[in-house]
């Protein structure tokens, strides 16, 4: 039985002292070949990128291209569940958390949101520190592990609003990770505060955070960006608040927001700036493949992404990110039924319970955003997919619950791996 912790966590740090993270390497070509013949490709297209996955050689933009391209769904779900067999064998990770989003109010208009709204306008709102407090109460009463809080980029609430908000939460909660803050609102934190990044980022994380998600990253891409979200930090920014993050020792989540008016080379792309980013500053966690919702956006006559689409995205996702440790489906965007799917495809990890989450719902999205699954659904859902539910807190390591409460085993490395 592992060693229980007290209640309070310590602040998470890449390794738990701040040096940095070492990339994930690629697992060895030969706890891959055992779960990849060549043999059973039926488009052959995919066979040359077979052999350089066996011999753990990255795969180039061409490669991402012809994984697109191809419509051999099965043998393409074959190369990322070997990789995915090779790090994880037959985990499958959840968490128990609880969204926050703290405020709808942005100054940023971009076309694909329907969460956004302007001060005074129809359902604008803007939670209470009190209010806050009352939601990470509830959450820790039902065993969260974690709080993502993450909101609009609000045009008057000064930074030392976020810095106090942080402090009364560790002070009240000290044992729930703080995963707050895309880039997108470092970066205005760092514009109202007149701060650099980096002391933006050092007051948060002296404050209390804990770790930042990956929101805001949509697609690395200029045309894209002026299209879909002009105005927003466009990717050098995204990376290079991400890297800041890294070197101080925060680790961060990447996504990507696939579906809309990009094109599948662009998707690419993306995925090579992640992984470039990943071997120059490591500390990405997961990399999360957010399937666009149009309904309620500016881009609500576009139909979005097909259910296949998302599969390859997610197996794409593994395959091109070979220093990535995690693939997430985060099941509010691919629909839980495609997410236990995608167990297959090379995802790891389903997210977590979540319970309330604003900013998008992939059915009926008006009004009620009540969006919660219960530990045993997700259980059942990943046992029945083949799997072996695990647990994880925010930097994956392994939970244990007893009647005193939850823990993480003391000498267990963060991120780690398992076994096959
Ligand atoms: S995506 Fe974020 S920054 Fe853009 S409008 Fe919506 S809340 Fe504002």
Redesign the pocket.
Known sequence: MPQMQPAAQPQPTIDGGGAPLAPAAAPPGAAIEPWLQIDALIDRALAPIAEKIIAGKRLSAADGMALFETRDIHGLAMLANAIRQARHGRTAYYNINRHINYS?I?A???KF?E??RKRGEDGAYEYSHEHIFNLASQAAAAGATELHIVG??HPWLPFPWYLNLLEQLRARHPQLHLKCFTA?EIDHFSRIARLPVRDVLMALKQAGLGSMPGG?AEVFDDRVHDQV?KG?LRSDGWLNIHQTAHELGIRTNATILYGHVETRAERVEHLIKLRDLQDRAPGFQCIIPLSFIPDGSELAHLPGPTGLEDLKMLAISRLMLDNFAHVKAFWIMQSMKLSQVSLNFGVDDLDGTVVWYDITKREGGAGNKHQEQTVENIKRLVVEAGFIPVERDTLYRRVIRSRQGWCVPADQPAAAEDPP
């Open positions: 709808n942005c940023l208009s971009c949101c969460f956004h609009g980029l997108i805001g979200f927003k």
